[in-house]
């Protein structure tokens, strides 16, 4: 498969073109960034991190029949994935209370709710995504009743088997972030990444926190953070 043209520069990552109608290359890049972009930095080789710890992932679920857009790892930053009609929406799993939630509800982080907590928030970083509901998500033309339900769904499986997987390895999945996309028979399928960028993840030995609140909360050792998340993971599923 030969990468073309790049269709797409976001800030965190490339997509090109391939010479297959139904494939992309996804490049993971070293900028990391929060706050809509208002704190920026490059970290050395996070590129390779995100995708190493992204691909082990994705094919991990891809192996437990969890239809995701990721096909194999290209190189070492890149990945080659399914062509799919992005929603625009975003899922956030939530294990525990922290972040945006405990600041919203004015609730202490690290509170473990009897329920897992599924928000459903709108694509649109301009509005900085806002939060809304399934009414929201039918009437503005995004998404079924039934096709919301079916991503809960497939939401919930995505969350157990994380939580499954980082048990073994210590760590708490305290939240994450995903986007699903529709294949071309419109089933929908998980079109992200999953990676310390875009989940909460802390050791469950010392409460440290593995995730990209490192690079937010100025804690130091990003890097060597995503390393050994990496390395836990590759130990976990070699
Ligand atoms: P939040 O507590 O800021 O709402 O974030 C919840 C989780 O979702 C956290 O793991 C970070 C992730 N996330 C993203 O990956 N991208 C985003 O744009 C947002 C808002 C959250």
Redesign the pocket.
Known sequence: MNQLELLYEGRSKQIYKTDSDDRVIVRFKDDISAFYNIKRAIIENKGRLTCDISSMILGYLNSKGISTHFVERVGDDGQLCRVVDHVPV?V?V?NVV?????KRLGLDEGIVPENTIF?L?LRRSDLG?PLINDHHAVALGLLSYEELAKMYEMSASINNYLVELFESVGITV????IEFGRAADGSLVLADELSP????LWDKATGERM??DRFRRDLGRVRETYEEVAERLRNALK
Do not use: H, L, N, P
């Open positions: 975003e956030i939530r922290a972040g945006s939630m405990a928000d928030c995504d305290v939240d994450f972030k960028d875009t989940c909460r995730d990209k």
